[in-house]
């Protein structure tokens, strides 16, 4: 292996670090990275990053972001390829002078359903509050409507009356967010067959009509997939939700030169899902290449009530995850600045 020098110190540490070209050819792996692969460290001669991977996909878009200089650092979930098994990790890219580094972190599958669980019962208990706030905060707000309409009948003075009318506004506005603070606990899923496109098209639709030429959409479907059996309009409100988000993103950044929607769906063999191992899911990704979430909420946006958005309330990708959950299924994302990836996985089938 070739360029040591100056690398030997990584070997004293216990993550995985690996040292490659702006190519993409490995030069040089760290004690750790041997024991990972099982392999010596003369054996990774000539060989790219990407072959370490058994899904290139997710490699590949870090890799480019990196080399182009589009963020600092870079981090995804992979799968690497062992001999006779194959490991999930978390690997992050990033420069240093004409040198790519990653570093590998096997992430426990165990980890990642406890971290899962933990996600959704933290939903479920601000959803509960959240919940018993907004039952209570209703009733006052039907009295307080009434007395503002009340007394706007005994105002003559239309200045006054602009103060009666903005409080009747508010309080309608107050009442729409408790609505859908109280609404997603109506749970019971009315399931039926059918091709996840037909959702996908009517969301195209729907999206096309409220932001027409401001963005543009495009499908990457596999038009191989299976029928799934699900709420269909349930499967509707998580993916508009997404859509919408991924809209307001774009929109809400003008400098960027041609805002783009992606709409990909794919299946996934042998995909570890919340508690189980499952032998075909379905993923529906909207990807946008908006501005990436703000990092401030980025580790909370699936929390209700947290949003990045002036007249956002909050609630949208909350509720998706519920739904997914009752699906079985799980959203995940991961968001950089240009390019923001939200990811619906349903399962088809039980292992
Ligand atoms: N594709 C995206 N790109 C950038 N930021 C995003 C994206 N999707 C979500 N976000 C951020 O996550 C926040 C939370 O989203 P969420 O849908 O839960 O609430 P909201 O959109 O703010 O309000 P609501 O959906 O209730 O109208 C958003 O306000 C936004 O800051
Ligand atoms: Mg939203």
């Not at 005994?154 to 903005?166: I, M």
């Not at 960027?256 to 042998?270: A, D, E, G, M």
């Not at 699906?327 to 089938?349: A, M, N, Q, W």
Request: with cysteine.
């Amino acid at each position: 292996m070739t360029s040591a020098q100056g690398w030997q110190s990584f070997d004293l540490l216990l993550t995985c670090m690996v040292v490659a070209d702006r190519a993409g050819r490995i030069e040089w792996v760290n004690i750790a990275t041997q024991h990972l692969f099982e392999r010596s460290r003369r054996s990774f001669q000539e060989f790219s990053l990407e072959s370490l991977f058994e899904d290139k996909e997710n490699f590949q878009k870090a890799f480019e972001t990196i080399v182009n200089q589009r963020a600092m650092s870079v981090t995804f979930v992979g799968v690497i390829a062992k001999l006779d098994d194959a490991v999930l990790v978390s690997a992050s890219l990033h420069m240093d002078n004409d040198r790519v580094i990653m570093e590998l972190h096997p992430i426990d599958q165990q980890t990642l359903s406890e971290r899962s669980i933990r996600l959704a019962r933290e939903i479920e208990i601000y959803q509960e509050t959240f919940r018993n706030l907004a039952h209570e905060v209703k009733n006052p707000l039907g009295g307080i409507r009434g007395a503002a309409q009340l007394l706007d009948m005994e105002l003559d003075n239309p200045a006054q009356r602009e103060y009666t009318q903005l409080i009747a506004a508010e309080v309608d506005r107050l009442q729409q967010l408790v609505d859908r603070l109280i609404r997603p606990a109506q749970a019971g899923l009315q399931r039926t067959m059918f091709n996840i496109h037909e959702v996908c098209e009517r969301v195209y639709t729907l999206m096309r009509a409220e932001y027409q030429d401001k963005l543009s959409i495009i499908r990457d479907y596999d038009a191989s997939l299976p029928e799934i059996c699900a709420d269909r309009e349930k499967i509707v409100q998580i993916y508009l939700n997404i859509c919408r988000n991924a809209a307001q993103a774009l929109l809400g950044a003008p400098e960027i030169k041609s805002p783009t929607i992606t709409l990909k769906t794919r299946i996934k063999s042998r995909q570890f899902l919340l508690d189980k191992v499952y032998r075909q899911v379905l993923v529906i990704s909207v990807i946008d290449n908006g501005p990436g979430i703000p990092n401030h909420i980025v580790d909370r946006v699936f929390h209700p009530l947290v949003t990045g958005r002036p007249e956002g309330t909050g609630l949208g990708l909350s509720l998706a995850q519920e739904l997914a959950r009752q699906h079985k299924g799980v959203i995940e994302f991961d968001s950089y600045p240009g390019r923001t990836e939200f990811r619906i996985l349903l399962p088809l089938e039980e292992v």
